[in-house]
């Protein structure tokens, strides 16, 4: 409240609008712990809103950390393509924060930003791969349920349909190859069946 205050009356402090967006990123963070995914998705779209606008060196560093935070919020809610727009752009911003640490002094700050991009390329390289897994399983739910023609098994959806999974062990144990051990027995029952 003070810092919305604030802002109207100083509507282009820096400050400020870092202050009200670190606030924002705070709720997101508390939405998601709380299973609120939604809010904590509004919360962090409103600290990127904020942020964008302040033109102050520490302005790269924050859209990285709330681009991250969207990303993984995204892949909460399985919305994989838009985390893997996230992660980009938080491993952009970060590139660009990389950019402005110019100088000798700021030789470590940038070897810490540059430490942070694996992490980001593996989470957006899990969102990419959690994409390919939901067609996987489409295409395994088409084959069981008998609906494996041509043009969806090439889907290019990233929905799935919730249907209950068919317990197929009955049939996999009817239809499995008898092996030796079972000719013997099915021998010796019919050996049992003619001496009786």
Known sequence: MIYTKMLETEPNNAHIITRIGDIHVMLADICNENGDHENALSNVLKAIDLQ??????QR???????????????????KFSEAIDAFDKAIHAIHQAIEQANGTDKENEREELKSLI????LKRNDAQASIADKHLIAQARNIISGNNNS?????????????????????????????ESDKIDEENKKTKKDEN
């Open 52 to 57: 964008e606008t302040i033109n102050e060196q």
């Open 118 to 121: 694996p992490a980001i390329e």
């Open 60 to 78: 790269y560093r924050l859209l990285a950390e709330s681009y991250y935070k969207l990303g993984l919020i995204y892949e909460l809610i399985n």
């Open 151 to 179: 043009s969806s098994s090439h889907t290019t959806d990233n929905s799935t349909k919730d249907a209950p999974v068919k317990d197929l062990t009955l049939t996999i144990r009817h239809k499995r190859p008898a092996t």
